[in-house]
């Protein structure tokens, strides 16, 4: 069945940078697209991110210039990485795929804070 499972989340200065990571498992992950999203305390669930199987990338406009999504098929994962981190972007970061339906990981809490 599809998995996925987050890590990499953690404490980080204001400034920092942090790279957060998505293993895929139980469907062909070179074939789909992969999103990053992130949900913070009383807020709705946001799209951060997405890269489409053949690496086209897109981004939320509070995170363009500071946020990097890429791909390893050969290792099934899919990162994040953060840089210049604000404390706004404290939340929980998912990692989805839609195969017929979403398929969301547990989610990996990233706290920015001084």
């Known amino acids: 069945q599809v998995q996925l499972v987050e890590s990499g989340g953690g404490l980080v200065q204001p400034g920092g940078s942090l790279r957060v990571s998505c293993v895929a498992s139980?469907?062909?992950?070179?074939?789909?697209?992969m999103s990053w999203y992130r949900q913070a305390p009383g807020k709705e669930r946001e799209l951060v991110a997405s890269?489409?199987?053949?690496?086209?990338?897109n981004y939320a406009g509070s995170v363009k210039g500071r946020f990097t999504i890429s791909r390893d098929n050969a290792k099934n994962t899919v990162y994040l990485e953060m840089s210049n981190l604000k404390p706004e972007d404290t939340a929980v970061y998912y990692c989805?795929?839609?195969?017929?339906?979403?398929?969301w990981g547990q989610g990996t809490q990233v706290t920015v804070s001084s």
């Open positions: 139980g469907f062909t992950f070179s074939n789909n697209a």
């Open positions: 989805k795929v839609w195969i017929w339906k979403d398929y």
């Open positions: 890269i489409t199987s053949i690496g086209s990338t």
